[in-house]
Every structure is written in structure tokens, then in C-alpha cells.
């Protein structure tokens, strides 16, 4: 997740050039969750992407483990801040949502 940014500016910054909008409060469907979740999505394995604290949790398929990483403070000072309404130009709106799911492409 380095290549998002340093601090908690520089990862919204990131994540609004890559199109991304999330529903603050919402471990499946905040800006963090629906980004790492593009990342993903390439791997056949993994089913679902959720930020639930201080950690990303990546559940895979088949009965396999989980995969729990921890956040850095920087991701985690991203995540409270986008929750507390700090970055509203991240915040999906109702009228937004078929639209952004269909467009959401992670970065090579």
C-alpha cells in the first residue's frame, strides 16, 4: 500500500486519481476497501475485501485462511479520517454507485 502515499493526505489524494469513492464507516465499502479490492481482484482466490480497524482482511475461497495485514499508522490515519467525513470528495453518493463499480479499474 506504499504506493498509495506517506500520509493520510497523499493516500485520499491517490485514491481520488484513481476514481475511487467509498461509504465512510463501512469496513466493505470504504474508499480503502473498494481500492484494495480492484488490487485483488486479479487473484481467482480472493472473494472479498473488508478494512475492519486497524487491519485489511482478504477472504479467499475454497476454505482457505483468511489473510489479516496489519495497517500502517498512515493507512489507519486515512481510514479514521475518511470515517470522520474529512475527505468528502471520497464519499460515494447514491446517484454515483453503478457507475463507479463499473468503472473501477486498479493500477498496473
Known amino acids: 500500500m506504499e504506493e498509495l502515499g506517506a500520509t493520510h493526505n497523499a493516500i485520499a489524494e491517490s485514491l481520488a486519481k484513481h476514481g475511487v469513492r467509498g461509504i465512510p464507516g463501512s469496513h466493505e465499502q470504504c474508499a480503502l476497501a473498494r481500492y484494495l479490492?480492484?488490487?485483488?481482484?486479479?487473484?481467482?482466490?480472493?472473494?472479498?475485501?473488508?478494512?475492519?480497524?486497524?487491519?485489511?482482511?482478504?477472504?479467499?475461497?475454497?476454505?482457505?485462511?483468511?489473510?489479516r495485514v496489519r495497517l500502517s499508522s498512515e493507512v489507519r490515519a486515512f481510514v479514521q479520517a475518511f470515517d470522520a467525513g474529512l475527505f468528502p470528495d471520497l464519499v460515494e453518493h447514491p446517484s454515483s454507485r453503478s457507475t463507479e463499480e463499473s468503472t473501477l479499474e486498479p493500477s498496473a
Do not use: C, F, I, M
Open 37 to 67: 479490492r480492484a488490487v485483488v481482484s486479479a487473484d481467482p482466490e480472493a472473494v472479498a475485501v473488508s478494512v475492519p480497524g486497524p487491519t485489511v482482511h482478504v477472504q479467499l475461497n475454497k476454505g482457505r485462511p483468511s489473510v
